[in-house]
Structure formats: C-alpha cells, structure tokens
C-alpha cells in the first residue's frame, strides 16, 4: 500500500514490483541473519515472502506466519490472512493503527481485529508504546509529541 502517494505502473515481475515495499522487512531480516544467510533461506524457499492477495487458498502448516502493516488491510483480507494458519502454525500480525493508509471510506481489518477475537484462548494482544520504539532516542520523543498532540485534539 503506498503511503499516500500514487507511484504509478512499475515494470519487472511480481517481486521486482513488491520490492521497494519490502525493504524495511529485508532490512530486518539482515539484522537478525545476515544478508548472506537470509538470501539463501529465501533461495531455499525456507523464507517466503509474499503480496496478501497470493495468500487466498493456502494452508500453511508448521510454519511461522508474519503479516506487517496490518494496518492497511480490510477486514476481509485480515479474515482471509488469519484464516491461513494450518496445523503446527503461529501467526504474528503486525501493524500501527495511527498509520492507516487504506483510501478514504476503507474500514482498517486491525482496528477491529481485538473486538472480533478478544477472549479467545491462544490469540493475545500486544500495545507497544514509544518507549518500545528502538529506532533513534529522538524517535520516541516524537512519538510521545504526536501522541500528546492528538490527545489534546481530543479534548477540544
């Protein structure tokens, strides 16, 4: 989903289109594994990384399901990516609902998400704040700037 700009048609194949969107999440995984060691997971097809519309039909069993930027799904596609989990799996959904990027009238699948499956034994729900943010110190500053901003807007 782009960030509020319309980036227009991009040549290449599926993975040369998805790329640019892809980058924080390599750029993780070579925090965790090295370059080296996660392109050669990626080549084995032990790591997977896909767009969520290629996800509708699969069952995936024994496996480690990760869906970042939740924020910017429907609820349908949040429906459709929990509904993926075969046996031995885990899901982690992730996702800011501060930064929603869905057009205008488009309902966010993660706001709603906790109302929908809070209560239920072996899903939990995890709220991070800005001081769980491990980017530069000025980053949780700004962070607790908006958050106070938006709550004096609130109040008005």
Same mark, same amino acid.
């Given at each position: 989903?782009?960030? =509020?700009?319309?980036?227009?048609?991009?040549?290449?194949?599926?993975?040369?289109?998805? /790329?640019?969107?892809?980058?924080?999440?390599?750029?993780?995984?070579?925090?965790?594994?090295?370059?080296?060691?996660?392109? #050669?997971?990626?080549?084995?097809?032990?790591?997977?990384?896909?767009?969520?519309?290629?996800?509708?039909? #699969?069952?995936?069993?024994?496996?480690? +399901?990760?869906?970042?930027?939740?924020?910017?799904?429907?609820?349908?596609?949040?429906?459709?990516?929990?509904?993926?989990?075969?046996?031995?799996?885990?899901?982690?959904?992730? =996702?800011?609902?501060?930064?929603?990027?869905?057009?205008?009238?488009?309902?966010?699948?993660?706001?709603?998400?906790?109302?929908?499956?809070? =209560? +239920?034994? =072996?899903?939990?729900?995890?709220?991070?704040?800005?001081?769980?943010?491990? #980017?530069?110190?000025?980053?949780?500053?700004?962070? #607790?700037?908006?958050?106070?901003? /938006?709550?004096?807007?609130?109040?008005?």
């Amino acid at each position: 989903m782009e960030a =509020g700009e319309r980036l227009g048609f991009l040549p290449g194949d599926i993975m040369e289109k998805v /790329e640019p969107y892809l980058r924080p999440l390599y750029d993780a995984f070579f925090d965790l594994l090295s370059p080296d060691k996660f392109m #050669r997971l990626l080549d084995r097809k032990v790591i997977e990384i896909v767009p969520l519309a290629y996800m509708r039909g #699969r069952t995936l069993n024994e496996s480690f +399901i990760i869906l970042d930027e939740a924020q910017n799904t429907t609820p349908e596609q949040m429906k459709m990516f929990l509904t993926r989990m075969g046996i031995g799996s885990k899901a982690v959904v992730t =996702g800011d609902v501060t930064q929603v990027d869905l057009p205008q009238g488009k309902d966010s699948g993660l706001l709603g998400v906790e109302a929908i499956l809070g =209560g +239920i034994s =072996g899903i939990s729900f995890v709220r991070l704040s800005a001081s769980d943010v491990v #980017r530069h110190p000025i980053v949780q500053k700004i962070v #607790r700037a908006y958050e106070d901003y /938006e709550a004096r807007a609130r109040d008005i």
